[in-house]
């Protein structure tokens, strides 16, 4: 980097965490600016499970595979970031599609072992059911979603950049370029700026003449008062899925991204929780503390929205689902190509440009 640059980052969530944090120690002056503060609306609602397993094209794989690497990388320069590499035990599809995916994803070279019963059973002691047959790859893992979010923005700040809490009004723009934002009223300007803002993005973006094709579908999760231990990793059950916090709190959903919360997200969450209680042995003391409704910013054809604007200057997109898993490479590229002009590879399918096809 020739030149240190001035970065504003919208969005405080486990995205614009890492963007910030990497932008900051490469050197780069940024301000993170979030209507709701550190840990950002999506990612405390987040399941939070760090992963390269499921429908992934083998493109999108290597993406994941390469991101989980760097959640290592990342635990090293920030030390105490909440993270367990916990395993996940998955029997949520039938045996011959089970199978299907567990031949493709070794084949790539993920770890993955096939279990029978017993051996499922000794992972997870505490299930009432243990299945017949599973994949189980102990590689994968969780971060508290929210805990790592804060703690990426506050080693951020600790490197020098600043977080204004407020809204972002409008984006500012110059002979075609973006100079900056408006927040709250006050003109902040800047050299470039990231839009990692989840589901507010397209309203932020639209304010530069950008539109951003995203569903932001809602996903109910389920959380226990913290308990003694049950679950020592991650559990994907048909219809349940479930893993266990540091604090000891089982928290659950029909899906790994959350279920639909239907007319009555209130009722939803109580009979998902009689459903997961069920599930685990020693489980007659738990209890039901809270339920989230997450709603998910997922581009329109379920990939990541990552890089610069065609059309636009000094603007840069990162907005994407799989957010915990892809934080650490989605910072690292972003600041790459932000402050150096390069574009990692991996980050090729994932132009925004690819819906203007």
Known sequence: MSVMKDVIVIGAGIIGASIAWHLTKAGARVTVISESGAGGVATPNSFAWINASWGNSEVYFRLRIRA?????????????LPLA???????????????AYAAEHSSWGYGIERVDRERAAQIEPNLVDPPDFAVYVAEEGVAEPAATAKALLADAVR???????????????????????????????????????????????ATAGIKLPLDTP???????????????????????????TAEGRIIAGSDFAGGDPGESPEAT?????????????????????????????????????IGRTEGVGGLYIAVLHSGITLAPAVGLFATREILDGERDGLLKPYALSRFAQ
């Open 85 to 99: 590499w916990c395993g996940g035990l998955c029997f949520d599809l039938p045996p011959d599609r089970l199978e």
């Open 269 to 305: 969450a109580r009979e998902l929780f009689v459903v997961a209680k069920a599930a685990l042995h020693g489980a007659d003391g738990l209890e039901l503390d809270f339920h989230t409704v997450g709603y998910r910013p997922t581009p329109a054809d379920g990939f990541p929205i």
């Open 68 to 80: 989980m690497t760097e959640w290592k990388r990342l635990a090293k320069d920030v030390p105490g």
């Open 218 to 244: 809602p996903g109910l999760i389920v959380h226990s008062r913290p308990y003694r231990k049950l679950l020592n990793g991650l559990v994907l059950a048909e219809r349940l899925h479930m893993r266990q």
């Open 159 to 205: 490197l020098g950049a600043r977080v204004i809490v407020g809204a972002v009004d409008r984006l500012t723009l110059s002979d075609g370029k973006v100079t900056g934002g408006v927040v709250s009223g006050e003109t902040i300007g800047a050299d470039e700026v990231v839009v990692a803002a989840g589901t507010g993005a397209p309203a932020i973006a």
